[in-house]
């Protein structure tokens, strides 16, 4: 069974950087999407970013200039750069990879900007 495992959560200052990573456990084929999405207590999931097999980038507004998706086809692996850290980035950032079948899933990192 194909599992998402995330990396690279953790506790920041404002103005700092983390670099996530979601790499899957298996193969994965036909994926035509991965991307990042977030949820802060209380509030719904949200799209972060995503990049599409051969299409463009996009980003949450929130983050636009400030974070950076990337990917490894080769590896199953996606990145997340996120620079200039805000307290409102704090949440809990999830992977996701899409085939037209299934929709995969990461178990979720904790991201804390806080001075």
């Known amino acids: 069974q194909v599992q998402l495992v995330e990396s690279g959560g953790g506790l920041v200052q404002p103005g700092g950087s983390l670099r996530l990573s979601c790499a899957a456990s298996?193969?994965?084929?036909?994926?035509?999407?991965m991307g990042w999405y977030r949820q802060a207590p209380g509030k719904q999931r949200e799209l972060v970013a995503t990049?599409?097999?051969?299409?463009?980038?996009d980003y949450a507004d929130s983050v636009k200039g400030r974070f950076t998706i990337s990917r490894d086809n080769a590896k199953n692996t996606v990145y997340l750069q996120m620079n200039s850290l805000k307290p409102d980035d704090t949440a809990v950032y999830y992977c996701?990879?899409?085939?037209?079948?299934?929709?995969?899933w990461g178990q979720g990192t904790q991201v804390t900007v806080s001075s």
């Open positions: 996701n990879m899409r085939t037209y079948v299934y929709s995969y």
């Open positions: 298996g193969s994965i084929f036909g994926i035509y999407d």
């Open positions: 990049m599409p097999t051969g299409g463009s980038t």
